[in-house]
């Protein structure tokens, strides 16, 4: 099966970080997968939700929207309420930039993390999980460069990637073509360690077993540990 932009099946399309991407949140970073294009910016707040009052830790929350033109037809904004949508998108980052974060040893404060979609070609979330991590990263060696957290604030990096099956065959990181067409549709998270944070998978048509599964979550790693190097080579710089 040759693929719309002829790639290999086990292919990542081409993935661009730039980190500090914009000049004011405590850490941003730009990330372009093919052609999407997230803009993931971090900003600390000396405070936690009510909640967490009194509880000495810290908590790690995100954004998620899409710019109107983002999409090939404009997507009005979401201005009476959230969509269902964006809530569990939302949510999926926050617990996923959440693994990645000591929340007892980054004090009573709260990094919120906004994906921003610029450009959607599928793909939107894992992106925004992978370049969210590398502003949160970078918000968070502020701190600790200033001496106001610990340099073990840091856990395993974390990482996110889409894998589907297309016409029986698995496939990395499916754009939008791709996606609206696919069996099975599959949304992974991962740390540094190999462990999961979320697996989202869904068949679209017909069910699928085991094996495939067990198939698409190895595609998946494999991704994932492609992104987790240039994560790291990105921070490293």
């Known amino acids: 099966m040759e693929r719309v932009d002829g790639r290999a099946a086990d292919e990542l399309r081409p993935v661009v970080l ?7 949140p405590e850490g941003s970073a730009l990330i372009e997968v093919g052609h999407t294009r997230v803009l993931c910016s971090a900003t600390v707040e000396d405070r936690v939700p009510r909640w967490l009052h009194g509880q000495n830790q810290g ?4 954004e ?5 033109r983002a999409t090939r037809e404009r997507t ?11 809530q569990e ?21 709260t990094i919120i993390v906004d994906c921003d979609v610029i450009q959607a070609d599928g793909g939107t979330r894992a992106a925004s999980v992978t370049g969210g991590y590398v502003a949160l990263a970078l918000a968070l ?13 840091l856990r395993a990096p974390v990482a996110a990637v889409s894998v589907g099956l297309l016409d029986g065959q698995p496939l990395l990181d499916m754009c939008y073509s791709e996606d609206m067409m696919a069996d099975v549709d599959m949304n992974v998270v991962m740390t540094q ?3 999961y944070v979320e697996v989202q998978s869904t068949a679209e048509g017909e069910p699928f077993d085991r094996a495939t599964l067990t198939g698409l979550l190895d595609l998946a790693e494999k991704g994932i540990r492609e992104l987790l190097v240039l994560q790291r080579n990105v921070l490293r710089e």
């Open 59 to 62: 908590w790690v929350t995100a």
């Open 141 to 153: 060696r502020k701190l600790i460069a200033c001496g106001d957290v610990s340099r073990h604030v």
């Open 76 to 86: 009005p904004r979401e201005i009476g309420g959230l969509r269902g949508r964006t």
């Open 89 to 109: 998108i939302r949510r999926l980052i926050g617990r996923s930039l959440r693994a990645a974060v000591d929340l007892a040893k980054l004090g009573e404060r």
């Open 64 to 68: 998620y929207g899409l710019l109107p």
């Open 193 to 195: 360690r190999g462990e």
């Open 18 to 24: 730039t980190p500090g991407y914009a000049e004011y």
